[in-house]
Structures are given as C-alpha cells and as structure tokens.
C-alpha cells in the first residue's frame, strides 16, 4: 500500500454545525485542528475511532472561545483570518495531542508547515461570509474527507 494512498483527511470545528454525511464544495467555517492527512496504514474507520477516542479523553466537556484580532495567514501571508483564544490553550494542546498520537500510527500529513509549535488556530475568513466575532462554543469536533470530485465529505461529529 502506498503512503498517501486513499482519501485525505481533515480534522475541525465545525462552526456551521454541518450535519453528517453531507458533501461540500468548501469547507464550512470553522477552526482546522489537524491539517490534510492520508491514514496510512491504517484503516479511514480505525483512524476516526482513534480520534474519536483521544478527543472525548482529552476533551470531555464543551469549552468556549473567544475571536481576537484580524490578521493575515498562510504561505503568501494574505489568507483573512480572526485568531481563536481558549482558556488554558485548549485547542492548541487538542491539536498536539492529536498530531503526535496520528503521526506516531502511521499517519502522513500532507503539510506541517503551520502545525505543533507554529499552530495558531484562526478562524478563515469566507469571501461572502461574516466575520466572525464574539464568544462560541467549542463542542464538537468534526472529521471530512477529501473525495476524487475534490467535495469533502463529513464522516462523523464528535459531539462533547
């Protein structure tokens, strides 16, 4: 089997609240906390189980956060985005724990660049969309994967 065979994965919070199974042409807002990976190995099912597991042991409550200032991201530096502020660094730590424990099964990510230490969760801004402002609720974490017609797929919400 090849690396990067199969589907990409991604993982985030879904703040549209997309419900299952439903294929998007672009992804809804929302806050990515694991960047575009393929399994590996391993199975796409054994691979959501395994976040599933990590998420309600790391994360066994909803948690609020709050939108900062606006700023500029990405490899070119012009990506709209509002930074993302939890309590106790919720999401950041959220994200390590999940990039190690997918790294260390096998997982291959397709790009690193802005993950572990240069992770700053943000929140981009859509070309028609509000920005976002204010406090929200962190209370699910949701898994897509990316399809041969380039749609991603939501294939489970962990609710918390």
Known sequence: MKIFEGSPLIVFHDMDKT???TKLTELPQHIAVVPWFY???ESE??????ITGITIAKVNSPFVFITGSQVTFGLEDIELATRVLSENNAI???HLVLVRALGSSGCKFVD???AKS???PHITHKVDGDKPYGAYKFDSLTVG???KDKSTEILTVIEL
């Open 45 to 50: 099912r054994a691979v959501v189980k395994k």
């Open 39 to 41: 399994p590996g190995q």
């Open 92 to 94: 950041e730590e959220l």
């Open 112 to 114: 690193l660049t802005f």
């Open 19 to 21: 419900p299952l199974g």
């Open 118 to 120: 240069n992770y700053s």
């Open 145 to 147: 994967r990316k399809n």
